[in-house]
């Protein structure tokens, strides 16, 4: 997919996510990671973490529709919901980590990229320190954010470190569902921060959100499209 058109559909999702309906970009978010586990053939390795990233982003819709139903009971099953989802989006992207290098494309990291990652590595430790000192841990709304805070650094590291591992291929085509990805788990890395720091809903809020689900869903549209094109990067 080039730029300009992956960049269209990101703002599509946002717009959609902002403007009409954020259940409704949810889900199209998630019928692309179906999209792109079903590109793939039942023995591809890849297949099972876009499985896996599908059902999770499938729970999140499922949250916020008994949410927006009013169907959320005392004992918080949407907060249930969001929990086991965002486990399952970090095994996900250590899924795809370990699907890359049992392909034997990984490299090792140079000098001055170990300095890089190991500074990126103590910057979202840090944030994640703050965020889970902010937060009380006496509801599940709160273990729910320190989960998904936990899940989110997964997410935005190992997506770093496959898109560093993966950047040369194809001109760096291969790179863009990696990218989308990061960028999803920053964004959402950030959200944790501030639902910690304010637990009342601000006015950033809806726009990190609407940023984060849009590129976490465009990444299974790329995906989708690499694999048509016959780029298959964890073969």
């Known amino acids: 997919m080039s730029t300009p058109r ?9 717009g959609l996510h902002l403007g009409v309906d954020a259940l409704a970009a949810e889900v199209v978010g998630t019928f692309g990671a179906v999209l792109a586990a079903t590109s793939f053939g039942p023995g591809d390795p890849p297949r099972r ?3 896996l990233r599908a059902v999770a982003l499938g729970l999140v819709v499922t949250a916020h529709a008994l949410q927006r139903l009013g169907l959320v009971t005392v004992h918080r099953l949407d907060y249930v919901l969001l ?13 795809f980590l370990r699907v890359l290098r ?16 190991v500074l990126l590595a103590c910057a979202t430790l840090g944030v994640v320190a703050w965020i889970l000192a902010a937060l009380v841990l006496h ?8 989960v998904s805070t936990l899940c989110d650094a997964v997410v935005f590291t190992t997506a770093a470190l496959l898109l560093r591992h993966v950047l040369p291929m194809r001109g760096g085509l291969v790179a863009q569902p990696y990218l989308l990805l990061a960028a999803d788990g920053l964004c959402f890395l ?46």
């Open 190 to 235: 950030a959200l944790d921060l501030a639902h910690a720091l304010q637990p009342v809903p601000g006015p950033a809020f809806a726009p990190l959100s609407a940023l984060g689900h849009a590129t976490g869903g465009a990444a299974g549209f790329a995906q989708a499209v690499l694999v048509r094109r016959g780029a298959r990067p964890s073969r």
């Open 6 to 14: 992956l960049l269209a559909l990101v703002l599509v999702l946002a």
């Open 49 to 51: 973490p876009w499985l």
């Open 102 to 117: 049992r392909s034997g494309l990984t490299v090792p990291l140079r000098p001055g990229e170990r300095v890089v990652a």
């Open 139 to 146: 509801s599940i709304r709160d273990v729910a954010v320190a």
């Open 83 to 95: 929990i086991v989802a965002n486990v399952l989006g970090a095994l996900a992207l250590l899924g």
